[in-house]
C-alpha cells in the first residue's frame, strides 16, 4: 500500500476502535511520506491510547507543518484544556474555529469560554495584575494615554464590580470609545459576546480588531455606531444578560431617561446594570460646573 491508501486504511480502523493496527498503519503511512494530516491522525489515535505526550508532541509537528490544521489545532487545544492547562490551551482553541461549521463552532465556543476563565481572571484576580492586562491595549497616543491614566483606577473597579460571564451570556458596552476595558471583558470576565457602542461617525455597524501590544491577543468585536439619547437601538428586547454604561450620563445633553429605558428594554430580566457616573458633589466636580466646565475629566460644556 502506498502512503495514501495505508492514511485511509488507518482511519478505518480507528473507527472501528482497533487502535494498535490503525498506530501501525499511521507509523507506515509516515515513512512512506510525511504529511500534517498524517502527524494530526496519529496524535489523536495516540490520545485515545492514553499517550498524550506523544499526541502533544504529533499534534504540534502537524501545526508545524501546516499551521492552517485547524482540526489539530482543536483537538491539542481540548486535550490540553482537559490536562488543566488552559494557558496553553486558549491559543489552539481559538484557531480551531476558523473553519468549523455552526454546530461545530457552537460547541468549541463552550470550550473557549471556559479556557479564559481558567486562564485570565485568575492570573489577574489581583487590582495590580488587572492594569498590567489592561495597560497592553493603550496605543502611544498622548490623549489616550492621558486618559487611560486618569480612568485607570476606575477600570479596574468596573471589572470588579461586574459578575462573571458564562457560555451564551452577552453584554452590551455603552460608548466604548478607546475599548480600554472591552479586551478584558471578553478575556478576563468571559462573556461569550461583547457587543460595543460608540457616537462617532461612520458606518451603522463595524468590525473592530482588538490586539495587544505583545500581540498575544487578539480579538473581533462588532461596534455599533449610534447616539444612545436619540436613535433607535439595534438590538432586540431582552437581548443582553449585562449592559455597562460606564461615565455616559454626564455627557448626555437630553433627557437620560430615554436612554435608561432602552437599557431596561434591552436587559434580560433579571438581568445586570453596572452604571457609573462622576460625584456631582465632589470638590472636583463642584469646581468644573464654577469654571463652566463639564463634571467630567475631559471636555467643556457648549454654551452658545
Known amino acids: 500500500m502506498n502512503s495514501a491508501e495505508s492514511h485511509a486504511l488507518a482511519l478505518r480502523l480507528y ?7 490503525a498506530l501501525a498503519l499511521l507509523r507506515q503511512a509516515l515513512a512512506d511520506g510525511e504529511s500534517s494530516e498524517v502527524w494530526s491522525d496519529l496524535a489523536t489515535v495516540q490520545f485515545r491510547r492514553g499517550e498524550v505526550g506523544e499526541a502533544e508532541t504529533c ?4 501545526l508545524q507543518m501546516n499551521p492552517n490544521e485547524v482540526q489539530a489545532a482543536a483537538n491539542l487545544g481540548a486535550m490540553l484544556l482537559g490536562q488543566g492547562r488552559a494557558a496553553d490551551a486558549l491559543p489552539f482553541l481559538e484557531r480551531g474555529l476558523a473553519t468549523m461549521t455552526a454546530e461545530q463552532r457552537s460547541a468549541m465556543q463552550i470550550k473557549i469560554i471556559s479556557a479564559r476563565h481558567a486562564v485570565q481572571l485568575r492570573p489577574f484576580g ?7 492586562f489592561l495597560r497592553l491595549y493603550v496605543s502611544d497616543d498622548a490623549n489616550e494615554r492621558s486618559y487611560f491614566e486618569t480612568h485607570i483606577a476606575r477600570y479596574v473597579a468596573t471589572l470588579e464590580g461586574l459578575p462573571e460571564g458564562n457560555p451564551g451570556q452577552r453584554l452590551l458596552e455603552l460608548g466604548a470609545a478607546f475599548h480600554h ?3 478584558a471583558l471578553i478575556r478576563c470576565k468571559g462573556y461569550e459576546e461583547v457587543r460595543c457602542t460608540d457616537v462617532w461617525e ?5 468590525k473592530r480588531v482588538l490586539t495587544s501590544r505583545d500581540g498575544k ?3 473581533e468585536v462588532t461596534v455599533d455606531n449610534f447616539d444612545l439619547q436619540s436613535s433607535p437601538w439595534p438590538y432586540a428586547d431582552g437581548g443582553f444578560d449585562v449592559v455597562l454604561c460606564g461615565e455616559i450620563l454626564e455627557h448626555l445633553a437630553l433627557d437620560p431617561m430615554a436612554l435608561m429605558a432602552e437599557i431596561n428594554r434591552v436587559l434580560k430580566p433579571g438581568g445586570t446594570l ?3 457616573t462622576p460625584n456631582l458633589a465632589s470638590a472636583h466636580a463642584v469646581e468644573q460646573t464654577l469654571r463652566a466646565e463639564s463634571p467630567y475629566c475631559y471636555g467643556q460644556f457648549e454654551v452658545g
Open 202 to 206: 461612520g458606518e451603522p455597524s463595524c
Open 126 to 132: 489581583t487590582a495590580q495584575k488587572l492594569e498590567q
Open 59 to 62: 499534534f504540534r509537528i502537524a
Open 15 to 21: 473507527e472501528a476502535g482497533r487502535f494498535e493496527e
Open 274 to 276: 453596572l452604571l457609573t
Open 217 to 219: 491577543f487578539r480579538d
Open 181 to 183: 476595558l472591552t479586551a
